[in-house]
């Protein structure tokens, strides 16, 4: 069961650097504002996730994965293949 619904998330995990929505996950204790704050340093697109400490970033630049992990995010999932978000695609 485990292994299963690993390789349904295994795409959402495993942004490529072309993603163009992707969902930062900054550390747990972090408010909205540090999020937001954080992921718009990229100087991309950012909007709130369901959570105070997701930012939803959209980008056509590429690299938009690696430049958002400098900002402090500890994960980042692809929008496209169904992270948790606001559940809106680009």
Do not use: H
Not at 7 to 28: G, I, K, N
Request: some cysteine; hydrophobic content about 50%.
């Amino acid at each position: 069961m485990a292994v299963s619904s690993l390789a349904v998330l295994a795409p959402a995990l495993t942004p490529s650097a072309t993603a163009a929505a992707v969902v930062a996950v900054y550390p747990l204790g972090w408010s909205r504002a540090q999020a937001l704050s954080a992921a718009s340093q990229t100087g991309d697109a950012v909007e709130p996730g369901r959570l105070n400490f997701l930012a939803i970033a959209r980008s056509q630049t590429p690299g938009l994965p690696a430049r958002l992990k400098k900002t402090g995010a500890l994960l980042i999932l692809d929008l496209q293949a169904g992270a948790c978000g606001k559940g809106r695609s680009a």
